[in-house]
């Protein structure tokens, strides 16, 4: 089995989403995997200033980059503003 990149995670998950009727709004990445998903999507981020931007390779949701090492999460609006008030998005 060959490991999924960011963006097939992403694509499983968001899948896995709809079809618990769920509407997927952003991908929350951690460093590891932000750093990861620059290399295997060939985009070129940089780690300052707003990490939210909408990543046509994450199924155009937003990208949200967070305050952890291994994160890969695909969030709805709800859970992400729930996520921010208690933590930081960078």
Do not use: C
Request: aromatic share 8%; proline share 3%.
């Amino acid at each position: 089995m060959t490991a999924q990149t960011i963006q097939q995670q992403a694509e499983y998950i968001v899948k896995q989403m709809q079809n618990q009727g769920l509407e997927p709004f952003a991908v929350m990445l951690g460093h590891e995997d932000w750093l990861l998903f620059s290399s295997q999507s060939k985009v070129a981020y940089t780690p300052f200033g707003s990490a939210r931007r909408y990543q046509p390779a994450l199924s155009n949701l937003l990208l949200v980059r967070v305050d952890e090492m291994n994160a890969v999460r695909v969030v709805t609006q709800t859970q992400l503003d729930e996520f921010a008030a208690s933590n930081q998005i960078l």
